[in-house]
């Protein structure tokens, strides 16, 4: 054999055994599993830490890892409210846990994102609204980026001390303490070395938590604004109420092994709701989501979460938070609009959007394309500077410069143009698709943001002009008459997992919302910003949920958001094009949402039932509840997801010609002992619905009457057609929307 087949064979051989050795590394590589083991044992054997280091023991080879402390690979144990850990594994080792008696679930901890003074007024919710008698009783859980506590709006004079139920700590230390308004502080940083400019402990430095706690239960203060724009009177939806804080968020996002511990100590330490505006980009089943197990054990307690519905729009089944034990929150605009006007050096002016607090006062300073600044010095490219990327601008090219932008890659137009701020430009334009639908958030420089028709124009004058030069003035708030809509960036229906179950549950203001974030000055009084996404609109929700608990401490999670969902506002699929898929019932009700007259009601077995019919099976179901009586029943094993006893109707079919869909729920009068409901029925011509029977009739507070929704078509073939079901007694009209689509 020739010499040089001996050494192609030689060289194929070792590259076999590299790629072999780089796989075998890969498989050992250790990373974060989260291992979900149900509900915690009713057998009286305490769950400790030592029982799953034990279990590590058995899946961890020592002969291979004989230098490893099974101590060091364990991160979380789950065990004051469900049972679980969370621990560095390699694949082949989690899927030895896998097999393992009384192991639910295991799957990768993850990364989630983060996902006033007008807002609430907007709703028709003024300061002078009725105040549930036991708002000062509620305990808000707040699972989010953690707090800055010396911000007004958390100052806790005028509070008693916390409530008798409460069972939590103030994880705080020389920098960080608790009071009577923020009762509780918690922080979770699962091994993993701290980074610069993450604080250790409960103390926000993002500013996402801030502003979400004191958007649902923050004190009114008066003459808040970010430096003059938004002027009024910022406050939360239940003022009166705690606030405990569960800090899962830092500067890399938020863990999912981080996220499971929070909800373990939020349900024991006794929060009646809990918020979470932070949420995945991709939907899981429901075992292997921590939100999803964390909810379910919530609502197991009596505990509602709220969640964002995500910010992946306008994309069709982008919706995150999911689970029908869950509210789910989208994201509407509300009737505050910013329009910042950009004068170029010929006179003509541009009127662009998003809150510029700065003036210029008609200074006029020289118009540079970012696309010709490019920092060749560190690599880069006209393809990176035309969108002002990180480090894309070459420094002496556009400082002090005004710098125009094209619209980049990402969604997140502030990202888009940091490269700006970055080479010291003194003012920048920033690009979007649709502006009309979009509500960037502030910039630290002037700015404004156009179209792409006014950056063509913008774009010719730069090339055409020998000495370019623009001013930006500062913004106008003018009223939004069109609001409220939702917003391209706000995730959409329909349910990526249950295609007959309506998510999101309803909107709320989610756009330009002013509240609290931590200083940016060195001064340790927080100010306060604006903030846009569903993120924003999550915490208004779970203020109204609260606000609706102070007045029914007796109703279950399922009542309140029931409550929330038959009393929203109906919205205009003219505005919002993909109707209840982005809006879901309509926007939030809070004076009404105390009074729906009737409730559709859950239980745990009702969620149960749900999940058989979705395929798990006995035994799984019976770790999940803790509880052997809460498995398949005869009537679960028959029933389907419109079945639910769910507060609205959707049905999803693969053919437009043939529609034909049967709901069977239950009411629960809480409206007027004697009363009788009429039911009205709105719909498209060519789909019939029949709701049988038609009137119920009620002889006390707590009686339950059933009925039968039929909805036969065809329907025209468009993706979705909205109808609605409104019962009627002359005091209390309780709607609920009605869905048919043709699968997407």
Request: some cysteine; overall charge negative; glycine content about 8%.
């Amino acid at each position: 054999m020739p010499l040089r087949w001996l050494l192609l064979l030689s060289l194929i051989a070792n590259i076999l055994l590299l790629i072999d050795a780089t796989q075998s590394v890969a498989r050992d590589a250790r990373k974060a599993y989260i291992v979900y083991m149900g509900d915690k044992p009713k057998n009286g054997v305490p769950v400790t830490s030592d029982l799953h280091v034990n279990i590590l023991r058995d899946v961890v080879d020592n002969n291979i890892n004989n230098d490893i402390s099974h101590e060091a690979l364990l991160l979380h144990s789950y065990k004051r409210s469900f049972h679980g850990f969370a621990a560095m594994l390699t694949e082949q080792e989690a899927q030895k846990l896998a097999g393992m008696d009384g192991v639910v679930s295991i799957f990768p901890s993850k990364k989630k994102s983060y996902k006033t003074t007008k807002s609430w007024d907007f709703l028709g919710f003024p300061q002078t609204v009725e105040t549930g008698p036991l708002e000062r009783e509620i305990i808000i859980g707040v699972i989010d980026s953690g707090i800055w506590p010396e911000s007004d709006s958390f100052s806790d004079v005028g509070f008693g001390p916390p409530p008798k139920k409460w069972k939590g700590i103030c994880q705080g230390n020389e920098n960080f303490t608790c009071n009577n308004k923020i009762i509780g502080a918690r922080y979770y940083h699962h091994p993993r070395p701290f980074k610069e400019g993450e604080i250790e402990s409960p103390r926000d430095s993002i500013g996402h938590g801030t502003h979400c706690a004191s958007t649902v239960a923050g004190n009114l203060v008066r003459n808040a604004s970010r430096n003059g724009l938004g002027l009024g009177t910022a406050r939360g939806g239940v003022p009166s109420a705690h606030i405990a804080v569960y800090k899962v968020c830092w500067e890399d996002n938020c863990d999912d092994a981080d996220i499971l511990r929070a909800f373990d100590d939020a349900i024991a330490d006794g929060v009646d709701i809990i918020t979470a505006s932070i949420g995945g980009e991709v939907p899981n089943d429901f075992l292997h989501d921590t939100h999803v197990i964390g909810s379910f054990h919530a609502i197991k307690n009596g505990i509602l979460s709220s969640m964002a519905a995500g910010n992946e729009g306008p994309k069709k089944k982008s919706v995150t938070n999911f689970a029908p034990w869950d509210l789910s929150v989208a994201a509407t605009t509300i009737n505050r609009q910013f329009i910042t006007k950009l004068q170029l050096g010929n006179g003509k002016i541009y009127e662009g959007i998003s809150p510029n607090e700065y003036d210029l006062k008609g200074k006029f300073y020289l118009l540079i394309y970012g696309g010709d600044a490019p920092n060749k010095t560190e690599g880069g490219n006209e393809t990176m500077s035309r969108y002002c990327s990180p480090h894309s601008l070459e420094k002496e090219m556009v400082k002090g410069k005004i710098v125009l932008c094209d619209k980049g890659p990402t969604k997140d137009a502030i990202e888009n143009g940091i490269g700006a701020i970055q080479g010291g430009a003194i003012g920048v334009i920033l690009t979007g698709e649709k502006i009309a639908e979009e509500s960037p958030d502030a910039y630290p420089i002037p700015s404004t943001y156009v179209d792409f028709e006014e950056n063509s124009n913008i774009y010719k004058y730069i090339n055409q002009t020998g000495n370019p030069t623009a001013t930006i003035w500062k913004s106008q708030e003018i009223n939004d008459v069109l609001a409220p809509y939702v917003p391209y960036f706000s995730s959409r229906g329909p349910n990526p997992m249950n295609p007959n179950i309506l998510k999101p549950d309803l909107a709320a203001p989610g756009t330009y919302i002013l509240a609290a974030v931590p200083p940016t000055d060195g001064d340790s009084r927080a100010g306060y910003d604006f903030k846009t996404g569903t993120s924003m609109a999550c915490p208004h929700a779970t203020a109204v949920a609260a606000y609706v608990k102070s007045f029914h401490p007796e109703w279950s999670p399922a009542a309140i958001k029931s409550a929330l969902i038959t009393t929203a506002k109906p919205m205009s699929a003219k505005t919002s094009p993909q109707a209840e898929f982005a809006y879901g019932a309509g926007l939030i009700n809070p004076s009404r949402a105390p009074y729906p007259g009737l409730i559709y009601d859950l239980d745990v077995q009702d969620y149960v039932d749900f999940l058989c019919s979705q395929g798990y099976n006995n035994k799984l179901l019976e770790q999940v509840t803790g509880d052997k009586t809460s498995s398949c029943s005869s009537k679960s094993n028959n029933e389907k997801a419109t079945d639910l006893n769910y507060p609205s109707f959707t049905l999803c079919i693969k053919d437009p010609e043939f529609v034909n869909g049967v709901f069977h729920r239950t009411v629960t009068n809480v409206g007027s002992s004697n009363s009788t409901y009429i039911a009205k029925v709105l719909a498209p011509s060519g789909l019939k619905i029949n709701v049988d029977p038609s009137v119920l009739s009620f002889t006390s507070l707590g009686q339950k009457k059933s009925f039968v929704v039929t909805v036969k078509g065809p329907i025209e073939k468009s993706n979705i057609v909205s109808a609605s079901l409104v019962w009627d007694d002359g005091a209390f009209q309780v709607r609920s929307p009605i869905v048919v689509y043709v699968t997407v």
